[in-house]
């Protein structure tokens, strides 16, 4: 099974990126092109399914959230579980702790 998938699908106008595996720093500049790919292909919306993603590091993150180099869309994000609880883990890391 390869650790990371993605899939670009158009239909009626709305493009979806589905992103099945582990995001990490070695795959995270595919996951950039596909979006920049679904990013021309749109009208409007890419919405990114990463609910498959069972691993993220900060590089996977990054990918997710850089915005696509062609004209402007929306980006909806369906956010895995590894997806969620890595944000949790940032901002936790972010906030100052009490002395």
Do not use: Y
Request: net charge positive; glycine share 6%.
């Amino acid at each position: 099974m390869p650790r990371l998938t993605v899939n670009i699908t158009r239909r009626q106008g709305l493009v979806t990126v589905t992103i099945d595996g582990e995001l990490d720093r070695s795959n995270a500049d595919d996951v950039t092109l596909a979006l920049a790919a679904a990013a021309r292909l749109a009208h409007h919306t890419v919405v990114i399914d990463a609910q498959g993603v069972t691993f993220l590091d900060a590089a996977g993150r990054r990918a997710l959230d850089a915005p696509p180099d062609a004209r402007p869309v929306s980006v909806i994000l369906l956010p895995s579980l590894a997806i969620r609880r890595f944000d949790g883990r940032s901002s936790h890391a972010l906030r100052p702790h009490a002395a």
